[in-house]
């Protein structure tokens, strides 16, 4: 035989060619909760690292129909806060908290119960007079 694959052999009869693909966390939390999850990755010199991963986003809903707001980037709080007043909201009556279908039939609501209300008060001057 020779030496090198007498040597391969005798390696690959005593076991000490070992894998190491165990990881660990990095960050103090140790537990497998939602905000600590992980994925594994190999660097370029080989190496298992975790990566932690963000966490999934939601976009906003309007107030009343609950559909998704229009214009409003989807991010998480942290970033959200950090964003100008520009970007988190619509240029329009109730901005980044109702939608515009929503806005639209408030106003027309507001508008049918003044008109309702100026009738009556119509109706009353006439029975009055009469």
Known sequence: MTSWLK????RR???TIMVLNRVTYRRRLSYNT?????HVTKTPGGKLVIHYATKKTQISK???CKLGLRGIPAVRPVKL????RRVKKVNRVYGGSKCGK????R???AFLIEEQKIVAKVLKAQAAKS
């Open 81 to 84: 806060a950090s964003l100008s």
């Open 7 to 10: 040597q391969w052999y005798q």
């Open 13 to 15: 009869v005593r076991g």
């Open 34 to 38: 939602k905000s600590n999850k992980t």
């Open 102 to 105: 929503c806005v639209r039939s």
């Open 107 to 109: 106003i027309i609501r």
């Open 62 to 64: 309007c107030g009343d």
